[in-house]
C-alpha cells in the first residue's frame, strides 16, 4: 500500500521547487545563447526535476549531498540561493564558487551540498568518503549520491559501490538514468542495462527502479532508501527519468529522437504534479498560478544579481591556494 | 594548396591512416555515431562502420588500455580521450604499462598506440577542460609526447604517429581547432616525429613554444617586429619528447637569448626542461637570463572569463615579455 501523501504544504514546495528548477533553467539557456553566462558548457536539468526534488526532500539537513555535473537543480532544491548559483554561473564574485567552477562546480557547504562534479564519476569514491565520516564518528547522517547512467561503467563506480558495501557506509547511491551517457545511448555503454542490476555484484541493497517522473514515488522509495542506509548500509536505486535537453548545450543529437521525447515529454514531472494537485485540491489553481509568477521573479532577479555582481579581480585568481 | 582548420587537418589525417592500413581503428567517447565532441571524428563512422570507429563507455581508463592491449597483438589504435582533463584514469595505464611494455619485454613487446587529445584553455571549459597535461608525461621515458601548432604538422605529425611503434600523446591545442588555419596538401606526407620546426628566423632573441602558445608566439613576434624592431626567432617544438635540444642550442647560438612560454602552470612545467638544456649545454651562449612566460601556479584554469584571461598567456603577454628580454 502506497503511504500517506504529504501534507498540501509539503507538496506545494515540491511543486515550487520542480517549477522554479524549470524556470532556472529555461532561463540560463536563454543566457548561454545571449552569451551572458560563458564558456561553452551547460547540462540542463529539465525533465529531471521529479528526481532531484523527490528525492531531496527524504533528507534531513545534517544529511549530504553530491552530485554529477547536472547540478543547478539538485542545489536549488536543496536550498541554495539561485542568485549565487546564477552569479556562479555568470563567472562573478558572489557565485558559490567564486565565478572559478561555473556551472558544473556548484559548492554549499552549509547546505552540506557538496557539489557538482565534471570529472565523471570522480565524485562517487568522494561520497564513499563523506559516509565514512558519518560512521566513523557515529553521526546520525546519510549520504545521497547522484549518478549519471553513464558514470556507471567506470572504475569509480565499482570502487565506491564495493567498499560501501564492504563498509556498510551510510550513503544512498541514486542512478538517474535518463538513457544517454553524453550521446551515447544506454545500450551502447552498458553490458548491463538494467543498471538496478549492477546490486548484485556488490551484495547491495536495491530498491526496484523508480518512474522518475513521479516525484512521489521518487521522494518515498528514497526515503525508504535514506531510513535503511542510516541503520544498515548502502542501497542502490535507479531513477528513470529524461532530459529535455542534449547532454549540453553543444549536442544536437537529442533533437532527432522525437518519438522518446514525446513519449517523455507526455509524463512532464511538473505537469504530473500539477494535475495531481488539481486533483486533490479541485479550487488549487489560482495558488499554483501565483507559484508560477514567483518563480518566475525569483529566476529573473537571480540573473539582475548576476548581472549587477562585481567580476572578479586579479587576486581572486591566486586565492584559495593553501589553506 | 588548400587552407584548412587544424581540427580538418587532424580529420584528414584519421582519415587517410584508416584508409591506408586495416588494423588502425579510432575508439573513444563519442567519436562513433556524434562524430566527437569536437567533431574531429565527423564522418568516419559513416565511412568505416562501427566495427572501426568505435563508441566507447565513459571509461578513459578502459579507453587507453584496450587500445594498450590491442596495439601489443598488433592493432594501430586511436584512443581519444575527450579532454585531456580526463586523462588521469588512464594514467596508470599509460605509465605502468603502456610506457615500460618495450623496456620489461626486452624488445619482444610493442605499443604502437596513439591517444589523442585536445588540451589547453582559453575556451571558457573551466577548471576540468582546460588543462595542459604534457609535463606529467614527458617525464616518462618510453612515451613519445607530440603537440602540433599547424594543420600541417598536425596532419603529418598524426600520421606518423599512428605509424610509430611506440606509444605517442598527441595532445591537441582546442582553442586553435577552427582559429588556426593553413595550408595542407591532399597528397600523401608525413612530418617525423621528433624535429622542432623554426617558425620564424630571427636573431635578437629566441622564443621556444609549442601548441596554441606556438601560434601566438608568431603573432607576438611580428608585433614586436612591427612595432619595437625587434627580430625574434620562433622555434616551435612540435615534439616535446624525445626533445630536439640541437634546434634549441643552435637558435641560441644565434640569439643569446631564450624566452620559453607555455599555458601549463610554471612550476616543473616543461619550460623548466628546455632551461635546463640551455643552463647544461647552451651556457656559454647566453646573454640573458633564461625568461618563462607561463601560467600561474593556480590549481585550474578558472571558469570565470576574467579570471581565465588573467590566467591565460596570450600575444600582449608574450609581446611584453619579448620587448623585457630584448631590453637586457
Known sequence: MAAALPEKATLLEWYRQMVLIRRFEERSKELFHQKKIGGVYLHLYNGQEGTGVGALAALRPQDHVITAYRDHGIAIARGVDPNRIMAEMYGKSTGVSGGKGGSMHLASREHNFWGGYAIVGGHLPLAAGIALKAKYNGDDEVVLCFIGDGATNNGYFHEALNLSAVWDLPVVWLIENNLYGMGTALEDASGQTKLIKRAIAYDMKAFDPMDGQDVFEVHETVKKAVDYARKKGPVLLESMTYRFEGHGMSDKMYAARVDEMSRFKARDPITLLHDKLCELYPDIGPTLDTIDKQCEAVVTESEKYAENSPAPTFEDLTRHIYV | ?328
Not at chain 2, 604534457?134 to 599512428?162: C, M, N, Q, R, W
Open chain 2, 1 to 328: 594548396m588548400p587552407i584548412i582548420t587544424l581540427i580538418e587537418a587532424i580529420r584528414i589525417a584519421m582519415d587517410e591512416e584508416l584508409a591506408r592500413d586495416p588494423r588502425v581503428f579510432i575508439t573513444g567517447e563519442d567519436v562513433g555515431k556524434r562524430g566527437g565532441v569536437f567533431r574531429a571524428t565527423q564522418g568516419l563512422f559513416e565511412k568505416y562502420g562501427p566495427t572501426r570507429v568505435v563508441d566507447s563507455p565513459l571509461a578513459e581508463l578502459s579507453i587507453v588500455a584496450i587500445g594498450i592491449g590491442a596495439a601489443l597483438a598488433d592493432l594501430r589504435p586511436i584512443c581519444e580521450i575527450q579532454f585531456a582533463d580526463f586523462i588521469h584514469p588512464a594514467f596508470n595505464q599509460i605509465v605502468n604499462e603502456a610506457a615500460k611494455m618495450y623496456y620489461r619485454s626486452e624488445g619482444q613487446w610493442r605499443v604502437p598506440l596513439v591517444i589523442r587529445s585536445p588540451y589547453g584553455g582559453g575556451i571558457g571549459g573551466g577548471l576540468f577542460h582546460s588543462q595542459s597535461v604534457e609535463a606529467f608525461f614527458t617525464h616518462v621515458p618510453g612515451l613519445k609526447v607530440v603537440i602540433p601548432s599547424t594543420p600541417y604538422d598536425a596532419k603529418g605529425l598524426l600520421k606518423s604517429a599512428v605509424r610509430d611503434p611506440n606509444p605517442v600523446l598527441f595532445f591537441e591545442p582546442k582553442k586553435g581547432y577552427r582559429a588556426i588555419k593553413g595550408e595542407v596538401p591532399s597528397d600523401e606526407y608525413t612530418v617525423p616525429i621528433g624535429p622542432a620546426r623554426v617558425a620564424r628566423q630571427g636573431k635578437d632573441l629566441t622564443l621556444f613554444a609549442y601548441g596554441m602558445m606556438a601560434y601566438y608566439a608568431e603573432l607576438a613576434a611580428e608585433q614586436v617586429a612591427r612595432q619595437d624592431g625587434i627580430d625574434t626567432e620562433v622555434i616551435d617544438l612540435r615534439t616535446l619528447l624525445p626533445l630536439d635540444k640541437t634546434a634549441i642550442l643552435s637558435s641560441i647560438q644565434k640569439t643569446g637569448k631564450a624566452l620559453i612560454v607555455h599555458e601549463a602552470n610554471l612550476t616543473s612545467g616543461y619550460g623548466a626542461e628546455i632551461a635546463a638544456v640551455l643552463a647544461d649545454d647552451g651556457f656559454h651562449y647566453l646573454d640573458a637570463p633564461v625568461k618563462r612566460l607561463c601560467g600561474p601556479d593556480v590549481p585550474g584554469v578558472p571558469f570565470s572569463h576574467p579570471m581565465q584571461e588573467f590566467f591565460m598567456p596570450n600575444p600582449d603577454k608574450i609581446a611584453a615579455a619579448i620587448r623585457d628580454l630584448a631590453a637586457y
